[in-house]
């Protein structure tokens, strides 16, 4: 009596599995101004690189076809060694390093020199300090004075990161024990952390929502589950949620803070400030 | 002639003679290949069926943990199926093997130039192997800082407990040691041991892949060789090369100096292992469609250009960690450089099928099966040089994917077709044919299936060595794909007894085959089963090039070998 529905059930799980098995994964949303630089450079090299291999597979098929030894027809005595063979072999050798890496250079360099590379100045840029540990995340705000390193610093609950939309954001990171790397997918970047060494990476939010921050590097048993969130969300909420996580203001200086430091796991120092970047 | 007087010992063990050796690699190499690879089963498992008990097995494994493979367990496995694969696989099979196999024999000489050195490389490495091994009886386990083991993850600054991580640095130290006599080895045997007659341009392109691998190891292993010295400083006796300090402003010590030198060594790596099987690819690919191998003198200087370039490009492994742009611009330049010289000799593999007479036997399936996972392999390459997408595919599966099909799939199929074809040398037997067919189609289906969609999740954002994908949200729509992958895997993997059935049963039952079971024109070839230590009964002398088939002047057979007096045209020689 159960029979049908079990057998439905389970053709229905086949569906699953059969699609999930064949069917072409998209990358995670894109989220950023500057992805679509990454997947349109990814793109066109599927592109070329579908049709050259494409043109090898045929190839291949064709003279395995065409040249197997049951024809019986023999091989040719050709050692495909004269100027002629070794000009057309650099030709298309040529050829396609002029229409695949030639030109995916030109536009990497473009995005490069256009986006990537490109760190945005000015007062609407917010910036923000990352300080990765084994195995969570920190993040500093300058806070009013516009300064790091100072007693209005806005410090959140690990993990959690919030930027405004539409707004550029430069990171600046350093590690607090071993390299990790500050992982985006929604955005598409991704830059190592080290410790001893200070690196940065800019990016800019279209859309409101929660993402994914993700360690790319292997940090640790916990590496698989030392993750973030960031919170993309309009100007005013990020500035209440901003004055939400202000430090309460010490009687005389900040030492005070420090002790509530520990509890929260976030380390005492930082180790830097910000470091204006050429 | 020399005469060699042997005992057992002399003769199996402590064997100073070529083909013994190259035996006693193959050996090891396959024992770690399976080795590894039972290690590779078990991270599709965690990775197909996250936190599930292993079916079988597991509960005799980790009792503790219900069966589960925990993350610690998880970091060690990778780690060591990916040194294990690298440096106890293949380059054994492939450099160790086939290396001291074929060079001496292909080239016309008697022996290695020094065989005493050869007996004691492989003495290190089996020594380096029982101390890699050794770190499964450690308490907290072997190491888990990755193949790459980046300090400061992997010094006691790193927060990895244990041993593991020290025992592997001196088990790497001393596979250096065994790779660098196997080098020099290698280099003074070609240089100075080809038989009359053998100049470069008459070697067979397997030994000239062979040599230029063995130039990469003598120049790159000594540099990670100092790096892993260092390593083993900062592990033991507190020196802090590698090791910064927490502040950003503080301490000398360079996390990415080692970075550099392990990449310095780690790209040309990998050409050290590909090299062999462009080599063996372009040579069996000559044999079985009977033709002389496509632009031979091409095909040589293209991989010696492409050995040139690849000690300048280590940089493209490096694009997040912060470089100069001047310095990733340039990194992406030279990277794509080698695409020049890789399609030339690309080109010619398909130019010796063309107008050929193609046999489909086991070997010939392998080499067609090398133009196909290195064409995708090498073309993927493309993804990883340039600066823009590796900011988002760096570390990711794709990475994991990409350097499977040139190492794993490439090498591999590339170290099959080795075996199949010279298993008649080696051990005076042919494999079985049918079997070899089955293991060819078995492998090629799932190894492709495998490998493209770990590519796949890869650019769907998955990063590499994570215990449990379905951590995060944006991956969570992977687990029917990472799954299915596990299932292809596990296929992959019983083709693989089918091989090593293969192998033992041909070993042990079948009869002697005939000498030149292929019709191939290479000195190895004119020796009969066994060798005799001192291989050649007199010296050969040298007429032709390796690749002469089909000569429409000679009527009886469609090959000639090189040491083959045509008496009627003396004077071409």
Redesign the interface.
């Given at each position: 009596m159960n029979k049908p529905r079990v057998m439905r059930q389970l053709s229905n799980r086949w569906k699953t599995m059969i699609h999930a098995g064949i069917w072409f994964k998209d990358p995670p949303k894109d989220v950023s101004l500057d992805g679509y630089r990454i997947d349109s450079v990814i793109q066109y090299t599927d592109l070329v690189i579908g049709i050259y291999f494409g043109i090898v597979v045929v190839a291949l098929i064709y003279f395995i076809y065409a040249y197997r030894s049951s024809l019986g027809n023999g091989a040719v005595y050709d050692h495909g060694d004269k100027k002629k063979n070794v000009i057309v072999t650099g030709g298309l050798g040529l050829l396609v390093f002029c229409s695949v890496d030639v030109v995916i250079e030109t536009i990497a360099f473009r995005d490069l020199r256009e986006a990537f590379w490109n760190f945005p100045k000015g007062e609407n840029v917010l910036r923000i300090e990352v300080l990765p540990q084994q195995f969570a995340w920190n993040f500093r705000y300058a806070g009013p004075d516009d300064e790091f390193g100072t007693s209005d610093d806005i410090i959140p609950t690990q993990n959690h990161m919030h930027i405004p939309e539409n707004t550029p954001v430069v990171v600046q990171m350093a590690s607090w024990d071993v390299i990790h790397s500050f992982y985006l997918p929604n955005f598409r970047i991704k830059q190592d952390a080290t410790p001893g060494m200070i690196t940065a990476i800019w990016f800019q939010a279209t859309e409101k929502g929660v993402f994914d921050i993700a360690c790319a590097e292997l940090c640790g048993n916990g590496h698989y589950k030392m993750k973030g969130y960031l919170t993309v969300e309009s100007k005013e909420n990020f500035d209440n949620w901003l004055i939400e996580n202000a430090p309460e203001l010490p009687d005389d200086d900040w030492d005070d803070w420090d002790d509530a430091g520990e509890e929260t796991g976030i380390p005492e120092e930082w180790g830097w400030t910000w470091k204006e970047l050429k | 002639m020399k005469i060699h007087k042997d005992s057992f010992w002399s003769k199996h063990i402590f064997s100073e003679d070529h083909k013994t050796i190259g035996k006693q690699f193959f050996w090891l190499g396959l024992f770690f290949l399976f080795f590894g690879g039972a290690l590779a089963m078990l991270l599709r498992w965690q990775l197909g069926y996250p936190e599930q008990p292993v079916p079988i097995i597991g509960k005799w494994m980790w009792p503790d943990d219900g069966g589960i493979i925990n993350?610690?367990i998880f970091?060690q496995m990778f780690t060591m199926h990916g040194t294990i694969m690298i440096f106890w696989a293949i380059t054994p099979l492939l450099i160790g093997a086939f290396g001291n196999f074929l060079i001496p024999l292909q080239i016309g000489a008697p022996d290695m130039a020094f065989p005493k050195l050869n007996m004691i490389s492989f003495w290190t490495m089996f020594l380096a192997s029982l101390v890699l091994l050794s770190s499964y009886m450690l308490p907290l386990g072997t190491a888990?800082?990755?193949w790459t083991s980046?300090p400061?993850?992997s010094s006691p600054?790193?927060?990895?407990p244990g041993l593991g991580q020290t025992i592997w640095t001196i088990a790497l130290i001393l596979m250096g040691a065994a790779t660098m006599m196997g080098a020099i080895n290698y280099i003074t045997t070609v240089v100075r041991l080809r038989a009359p007659g053998m100049f470069y341009f008459k070697m067979p392109l397997s030994v000239w892949g062979l040599f230029l691998a063995s130039i990469l190891n003598a120049v790159f292993v000594p540099v990670i060789a100092a790096g892993l010295v260092m390593l083993l400083l900062d592990q033991t006796i507190g020196t802090e090369f590698f090791?910064?300090?927490?502040?950003?402003?503080?301490?000398p010590?360079?996390?990415?100096l080692f970075q550099h030198v392990f990449w310095i060594f780690g790209h040309p790596e990998v050409y050290i292992l590909i090299l062999p099987v462009w080599g063996i690819t372009s040579d069996l690919l000559s044999v079985f469609?009977?033709?002389?191998?496509?632009?031979?003198?091409?095909t040589a200087i293209a991989m010696s250009t492409v050995v040139a370039l690849s000690s300048l490009v280590w940089g493209h492994h490096m694009y997040?960690?912060?470089m100069s742009?001047l310095l990733?611009?340039s990194f992406?330049?030279l990277t794509?450089?080698i695409?020049?010289?890789s399609?030339?000799f690309?080109?010619?593999w398909?130019?010796?099928?063309?107008?050929?007479?193609?046999?489909?036997d086991t070997p010939m399936l392998f080499s067609?099966g090398v133009?196909?996972v290195f064409?995708?392999g090498g073309?993927?390459g493309?993804?990883n040089a340039?600066?823009?997408?590796d900011?988002?595919?760096?570390?990711?599966m794709f990475v994991v994917g990409h350097f499977h099909y040139t190492l794993a799939a490439s090498v591999m199929f590339g170290s099959f077709a080795a075996i199949y074809f010279w298993f008649p040398k080696m051990f005076g037997r042919a494999l079985d044919p049918f079997i070899g067919k089955v293991h060819f189609w078995g492998s090629f289906i799932t190894i492709n299936y495998v490998f493209f969609n770990m590519m796949?999740?890869g650019?769907?954002?998955q990063?590499?060595?994570?215990?449990?994908?379905t951590?995060?949200?944006?991956l969570k729509?992977?687990?029917?794909?990472n799954?299915?992958i596990t299932i292809f895997a596990f296929f992959l993997g019983i083709f693989q007894f089918l091989f090593l059935l293969n192998i033992l049963w041909t070993i042990s039952r079948s009869k002697i085959c005939e000498k030149n079971p292929w019709k191939a024109t290479t000195l190895e070839w004119t020796v009969n089963y066994p060798i005799p230590h001192g291989n050649f009964d007199e010296v050969p002398i040298i007429y032709y090039g390796p690749?002469e088939?089909?000569?429409?002047d000679i009527k009886d057979k469609?090959w000639l070998g090189q040491n083959e007096l045509m008496e009627v045209k003396k004077w071409q020689m």
């Amino acid at each position: 009596m159960n029979k049908p529905r079990v057998m439905r059930q389970l053709s229905n799980r086949w569906k699953t599995m059969i699609h999930a098995g064949i069917w072409f994964k998209d990358p995670p949303k894109d989220v950023s101004l500057d992805g679509y630089r990454i997947d349109s450079v990814i793109q066109y090299t599927d592109l070329v690189i579908g049709i050259y291999f494409g043109i090898v597979v045929v190839a291949l098929i064709y003279f395995i076809y065409a040249y197997r030894s049951s024809l019986g027809n023999g091989a040719v005595y050709d050692h495909g060694d004269k100027k002629k063979n070794v000009i057309v072999t650099g030709g298309l050798g040529l050829l396609v390093f002029c229409s695949v890496d030639v030109v995916i250079e030109t536009i990497a360099f473009r995005d490069l020199r256009e986006a990537f590379w490109n760190f945005p100045k000015g007062e609407n840029v917010l910036r923000i300090e990352v300080l990765p540990q084994q195995f969570a995340w920190n993040f500093r705000y300058a806070g009013p004075d516009d300064e790091f390193g100072t007693s209005d610093d806005i410090i959140p609950t690990q993990n959690h990161m919030h930027i405004p939309e539409n707004t550029p954001v430069v990171v600046q990171m350093a590690s607090w024990d071993v390299i990790h790397s500050f992982y985006l997918p929604n955005f598409r970047i991704k830059q190592d952390a080290t410790p001893g060494m200070i690196t940065a990476i800019w990016f800019q939010a279209t859309e409101k929502g929660v993402f994914d921050i993700a360690c790319a590097e292997l940090c640790g048993n916990g590496h698989y589950k030392m993750k973030g969130y960031l919170t993309v969300e309009s100007k005013e909420n990020f500035d209440n949620w901003l004055i939400e996580n202000a430090p309460e203001l010490p009687d005389d200086d900040w030492d005070d803070w420090d002790d509530a430091g520990e509890e929260t796991g976030i380390p005492e120092e930082w180790g830097w400030t910000w470091k204006e970047l050429k | 002639m020399k005469i060699h007087k042997d005992s057992f010992w002399s003769k199996h063990i402590f064997s100073e003679d070529h083909k013994t050796i190259g035996k006693q690699f193959f050996w090891l190499g396959l024992f770690f290949l399976f080795f590894g690879g039972a290690l590779a089963m078990l991270l599709r498992w965690q990775l197909g069926y996250p936190e599930q008990p292993v079916p079988i097995i597991g509960k005799w494994m980790w009792p503790d943990d219900g069966g589960i493979i925990n993350p610690d367990i998880f970091n060690q496995m990778f780690t060591m199926h990916g040194t294990i694969m690298i440096f106890w696989a293949i380059t054994p099979l492939l450099i160790g093997a086939f290396g001291n196999f074929l060079i001496p024999l292909q080239i016309g000489a008697p022996d290695m130039a020094f065989p005493k050195l050869n007996m004691i490389s492989f003495w290190t490495m089996f020594l380096a192997s029982l101390v890699l091994l050794s770190s499964y009886m450690l308490p907290l386990g072997t190491a888990s800082g990755g193949w790459t083991s980046y300090p400061p993850l992997s010094s006691p600054a790193g927060g990895i407990p244990g041993l593991g991580q020290t025992i592997w640095t001196i088990a790497l130290i001393l596979m250096g040691a065994a790779t660098m006599m196997g080098a020099i080895n290698y280099i003074t045997t070609v240089v100075r041991l080809r038989a009359p007659g053998m100049f470069y341009f008459k070697m067979p392109l397997s030994v000239w892949g062979l040599f230029l691998a063995s130039i990469l190891n003598a120049v790159f292993v000594p540099v990670i060789a100092a790096g892993l010295v260092m390593l083993l400083l900062d592990q033991t006796i507190g020196t802090e090369f590698f090791i910064a300090g927490r502040l950003a402003s503080g301490d000398p010590g360079d996390p990415l100096l080692f970075q550099h030198v392990f990449w310095i060594f780690g790209h040309p790596e990998v050409y050290i292992l590909i090299l062999p099987v462009w080599g063996i690819t372009s040579d069996l690919l000559s044999v079985f469609s009977r033709k002389p191998a496509y632009g031979y003198k091409v095909t040589a200087i293209a991989m010696s250009t492409v050995v040139a370039l690849s000690s300048l490009v280590w940089g493209h492994h490096m694009y997040t960690t912060g470089m100069s742009p001047l310095l990733g611009k340039s990194f992406m330049f030279l990277t794509l450089l080698i695409s020049i010289p890789s399609s030339m000799f690309f080109l010619n593999w398909l130019g010796t099928l063309w107008r050929g007479s193609i046999h489909f036997d086991t070997p010939m399936l392998f080499s067609m099966g090398v133009i196909w996972v290195f064409g995708l392999g090498g073309l993927t390459g493309l993804y990883n040089a340039t600066v823009t997408a590796d900011i988002y595919l760096h570390d990711t599966m794709f990475v994991v994917g990409h350097f499977h099909y040139t190492l794993a799939a490439s090498v591999m199929f590339g170290s099959f077709a080795a075996i199949y074809f010279w298993f008649p040398k080696m051990f005076g037997r042919a494999l079985d044919p049918f079997i070899g067919k089955v293991h060819f189609w078995g492998s090629f289906i799932t190894i492709n299936y495998v490998f493209f969609n770990m590519m796949v999740t890869g650019y769907a954002g998955q990063h590499r060595r994570i215990y449990n994908p379905t951590e995060y949200d944006f991956l969570k729509p992977l687990s029917g794909l990472n799954e299915w992958i596990t299932i292809f895997a596990f296929f992959l993997g019983i083709f693989q007894f089918l091989f090593l059935l293969n192998i033992l049963w041909t070993i042990s039952r079948s009869k002697i085959c005939e000498k030149n079971p292929w019709k191939a024109t290479t000195l190895e070839w004119t020796v009969n089963y066994p060798i005799p230590h001192g291989n050649f009964d007199e010296v050969p002398i040298i007429y032709y090039g390796p690749h002469e088939y089909s000569r429409p002047d000679i009527k009886d057979k469609d090959w000639l070998g090189q040491n083959e007096l045509m008496e009627v045209k003396k004077w071409q020689m």
